[in-house]
T-cell receptor, first 116, second 117 residues
Framework: NAGVMQNPRHLVRRRGQEARLRCSPM?????VYWYRQLPEEGLKFMVY????????ESGMPKERFSAEFPKEGPSILRIQQVVRGDSAAYFC??????????????FGQGTRLTVV | AQSVAQPEDQVNVAEGNPLTVKCTYS??????LFWYVQYPNRGLQFLLK??????LVKGSYGFEAEFNKSQTSFHLKKPSALVSDSALYFC???????????????FGKGTKLSVIP
């Protein structure tokens, strides 16, 4: 029973390029969350998705960032025209249901994005 | 908006001694509180959570945490530390209301625990 799988583990992009981060949730989980961890900070919520729907993107920067969770395949976090400030660790989590009373979010190992 | 403070960047403790990792929180209404641990090159692993009921919560690997509403704290404790407990520990909070908001975790900056042999 594989956990939450994120790839790549490390990603280096030059300024202005696009970064695509992938997340495959645990089997049976239909809820996916993306968090960002900037250096010396805690994880910050970015977006919550269910299959084919964005439920809450209140933590997403207004420009250059987008996320999707298609009916088939992994969830994708896409960052266009990356800048140095986008360098961070991006974590994906999944859960089987919406609320956290009876479960918890399971996290992947993260993708460490470095913009040079 | 909710927030979490972990006042210590690093905690050092000798193997066999009790350990405490501190966490205080701020949230509107009642909180859901969580502890996660991150080992090197690994994802965050769930340790324990407080939802309601008994203020003392027991979790994985012998860890426990006590919810103190008056002090808005949720300190992580273990009676006897192991070298293998050395890792990065994150406290997180979510507001306890039903509906769309209860999934959104707010994390502290993390506390690095080093258990010295």
């Amino acid at each position: 029973n594989a956990g939450v799988m994120q790839n790549p583990r490390h990603l280096v992009r030059r300024r202005g390029q696009e970064a695509r981060l992938r997340c495959s949730p645990m089997k049976g989980h239909s809820h996916v969350y993306w968090y960002r961890q900037l250096p010396e900070e805690g994880l910050k919520f970015m977006v919550y998705l269910q299959k084919e729907n964005i439920i809450d993107e209140s933590g997403m920067p207004k420009e250059r960032f987008s996320a999707e969770f298609p009916k088939e395949g992994p969830s994708i976090l896409r960052i266009q025209q990356v800048v140095r400030g986008d360098s961070a660790a991006y974590f994906c989590a999944s859960s089987p249901v919406l609320t956290l009373e009876n479960t918890e979010a399971f996290f992947g190992q993260g993708t460490r994005l470095t913009v040079v | 908006a909710q927030s979490v403070a972990q006042p210590e960047d690093q905690v050092n403790v000798a193997e066999g001694n009790p350990l405490t990792v501190k966490c205080t929180y701020s949230v509107s209404g009642n909180p859901y509180l969580f502890w996660y641990v991150q080992y090197p090159n690994r994802g965050l692993q769930f340790l324990l959570k407080y939802i309601t009921g008994d203020n003392l919560v027991k979790g994985s690997y012998g860890f426990e945490a006590e919810f103190n509403k008056s002090q808005t704290s949720f300190h992580l404790k273990k009676p006897s530390a192991l070298v293998s407990d050395s890792a990065l520990y994150f406290c997180a909070v979510s507001p306890a209301y039903s509906g769309a908001g209860s999934y959104q975790l707010t994390f502290g900056k993390g506390t690095k625990l080093s258990v010295i042999p």
